[in-house]
T-cell receptor, first 110, second 114 residues
Framework: GQNIDQPTEMTATEGAIVQINCTYQ??????LFWYQQHAGEAPTFLSY????GLEEKGRFSSFLSRSKGYSYLLLKELQMKDSASYLC???????????FGKGTTLSVSS | EPEVTQTPSHQVTQMGQEVILRCVPI?????FYWYRQILGQKVEFLVS????????KSEIFDDQFSVERPDGSNFTLKIRSTKLEDSAMYFC????????????FGPGTRLTVT
């Protein structure tokens, strides 16, 4: 089986940097994904990691440590529009389904 | 940019009725998925579909659910006899491949069972 843990809520200020952590347990690792979901909307893909280390994509970076079962999403130069839920997700063993965590709701204030 | 589309955006039905949720995946994608999200809860996998058959399904996807690709563009989810607990947002997704291919999500259909 698979289990994913994320903080429920976080708050930050415009222009700041925030790190959203995700810890997981899985019997077979096939990749870790981060999605953004604004209220009432569909999840949109942000990044994925399959190997250990940091992947950078503009203001967003994601880090993975497979030995520690740990990932984080780093958001820089926060903007109000970054207020959303951030979902950590694993592929199942067959690589045919995304298994999502409960998500971290980030509130960005001015 | 190509996108996944879903209809209707909101469906209200009475308990025990059948509903069909429709999706048009991205045209060159081969893998299709349904997920659901009960209000305030996490996104849950229902089923994946490839080459006109189910690849994998979750425990949620019981005999009341079925999927079909009736033509070259549509992908449907049918719930035969809806229950109150089926009320949720249903997301269709598609991808060009499995593994590390990004899954693109549609905007969702909000199903309300009364």
């Amino acid at each position: 089986g698979q289990n994913i843990d994320q903080p429920t809520e976080m708050t930050a200020t415009e222009g700041a940097i925030v790190q959203i952590n995700c810890t997981y347990q899985t019997s077979g690792f096939n990749g870790l994904f981060w999605y953004q979901q604004h209220a009432g909307e569909a999840p949109t893909f942000l990044s994925y990691n399959v190997l250990d280390g940091l992947e950078e994509k503009g203001r967003f970076s994601s880090f993975l440590s497979r030995s520690k079962g740990y990932s984080y999403l780093l958001l820089k130069e926060l903007q109000m529009k970054d207020s959303a839920s951030y979902l950590c997700a694993l592929f199942n063993q067959a690589g045919t389904a995304l298994i999502f965590g409960k998500g971290t709701t980030l509130s960005v204030s001015s | 940019e190509p996108e996944v589309t879903q209809t209707p955006s909101h469906q209200v039905t009475q308990m025990g009725q059948e509903v069909i949720l429709r999706c048009v995946p991205i045209s060159n994608h081969l893998y299709f998925y349904w997920y659901r999200q009960i209000l305030g809860q996490k996104v849950e996998f229902l089923v994946s579909f490839y080459n006109n058959e189910i690849s994998e399904k979750s425990e949620i996807f019981d005999d009341q659910f079925s999927v079909e690709r009736p033509d070259g563009s549509n992908f449907t989810l049918k719930i035969r006899s809806t229950k109150l607990e089926d009320s949720a947002m249903y997301f269709c997704a598609s991808s060009a491949g499995t593994g590390l291919y990004e899954q693109y999500f549609g905007p969702g259909t909000r199903l309300t069972v009364t």
